[in-house]
């Protein structure tokens, strides 16, 4: 194992612990605040143990011990997302009873400009596409190898779960205040925003990462397999970090607007 993978899995098992250490406690409650307390308390304590499993198990079997990474998971959802609930009023889940908005107009009906740009993505793709099966066809490399496709044809379906992601995304529920704030209804428009535009770029990337490999390699061959390699590889690894960091992002956003719709008739 290289420094790489030290870091790769030591940052994925840290990840959880530290992503919490940027909210404070804004609950009143007594029970969520010694619940907070202890969620945190046990929370790095599964994370250093979590490390020094993988360090000791680093030394004899390294291929194992890259796969725990996967720690990532039960420390995010058994112990990190409860510790913001208890935090954080806006991380938990409207309790039964609360308002939510309601729209009488479409949410996920996109503004005439980026339904061209997906469009031109699409149009992108398709050519992207057809510049791999022309050098196919005309033998560019030998041996063709037509099973190269596949991953352009993964960027064609890609397109479309994304484009999918981000209509469901517009019309999730939202918590609502019984009378919208100047505060709340610019959160509100800037998180639609956020949202709109993160999943194109997240989709425009992912398209390229999928389609210009392929299209390297059809064309010239094993020459240039030191680009497809870095072009898959690390932009993959880049687009996989930047959709985390969307994410989280959205998931702040939304945090920032549940609560401020908790707060909102103690304002009023």
Same mark, same amino acid.
């Given at each position: 194992?290289?420094?790489?993978?030290?870091?790769?899995?030591?940052?994925?098992?840290?990840?959880?612990?530290?992503?919490?250490?940027?909210?404070?406690?804004?609950?009143?409650?007594?029970? &969520?605040? %010694?619940?907070?307390?202890?969620?945190?308390?046990?929370?790095?304590?599964?994370?250093? %143990?979590?490390?020094?499993? #993988?360090?000791?198990?680093?030394?004899?079997?390294?291929?194992?011990?890259? #796969?725990?990474?996967? =720690?990532? &998971?039960?420390?995010?959802?058994?112990?990190?997302?409860?510790?913001?609930?208890?935090?954080?009023?806006?991380?938990?889940?409207?309790?039964?009873?609360?308002?939510?908005?309601?729209?009488?107009?479409?949410?996920?009906?996109?503004?005439?400009?980026?339904?061209?740009?997906?469009?031109?993505?699409?149009?992108?793709?398709?050519?992207?596409?057809?510049?791999?099966?022309?050098?196919?066809?005309?033998?560019?490399?030998?041996?063709?190898?037509?099973?190269?496709?596949?991953?352009?044809?993964?960027?064609?379906?890609?397109?479309?779960?994304?484009?999918?992601?981000?209509?469901?995304?517009?019309?999730?529920?939202?918590?609502? %205040?019984?009378?919208?704030?100047?505060?709340?209804?610019?959160?509100?428009?800037?998180?639609?925003?956020?949202?709109?535009?993160?999943?194109?770029?997240?989709?425009?990337?992912?398209?390229?990462? #999928?389609?210009?490999?392929?299209?390297? =390699?059809?064309? &010239?061959?094993?020459? %240039?397999?030191?680009w497809a390699i870095s072009i898959g590889g690390g932009g993959g690894a880049l687009t996989g970090i930047g959709g985390?960091?969307?994410?989280?992002?959205?998931?702040?956003?939304?945090?920032?607007?549940?609560?401020?719709?908790?707060?909102?008739?103690?304002?009023?």
């Amino acid at each position: 194992m290289d420094w790489f993978d030290y870091s790769f899995v030591c940052g994925m098992i840290l990840a959880p612990a530290v992503f919490t250490m940027f909210f404070r406690n804004r609950s009143t409650e007594p029970g &969520f605040i %010694a619940a907070g307390k202890r969620l945190n308390r046990w929370l790095w304590i599964a994370t250093a %143990a979590g490390i020094a499993a #993988f360090l000791l198990l680093a030394r004899w079997q390294p291929g194992p011990a890259y #796969f725990l990474w996967i =720690l990532f &998971f039960p420390l995010w959802f058994n112990l990190a997302m409860p510790l913001l609930r208890a935090r954080d009023p806006g991380w938990r889940a409207p309790e039964r009873g609360e308002v939510r908005s309601a729209s009488l107009l479409r949410r996920d009906r996109l503004q005439p400009g980026l339904r061209l740009a997906w469009f031109a993505l699409v149009i992108l793709w398709a050519l992207l596409l057809v510049a791999a099966v022309a050098g196919l066809a005309l033998g560019a490399s030998q041996p063709p190898q037509w099973w190269l496709l596949g991953f352009s044809l993964l960027a064609g379906l890609e397109l479309a779960v994304l484009h999918w992601a981000m209509r469901r995304s517009l019309i999730e529920p939202e918590t609502a %205040a019984p009378g919208e704030s100047d505060v709340l209804r610019p959160e509100r428009e800037s998180f639609f925003r956020y949202k709109l535009y993160g999943w194109f770029a997240l989709a425009f990337f992912a398209m390229l990462i #999928f389609s210009l490999p392929p299209l390297i =390699l059809i064309w &010239f061959g094993n020459d %240039a397999l030191w680009w497809a390699i870095s072009i898959g590889g690390g932009g993959g690894a880049l687009t996989g970090i930047g959709g985390g960091v969307f994410g989280s992002i959205a998931s702040i956003k939304r945090a920032r607007i549940n609560r401020l719709v908790v707060e909102a008739p103690a304002r009023d």
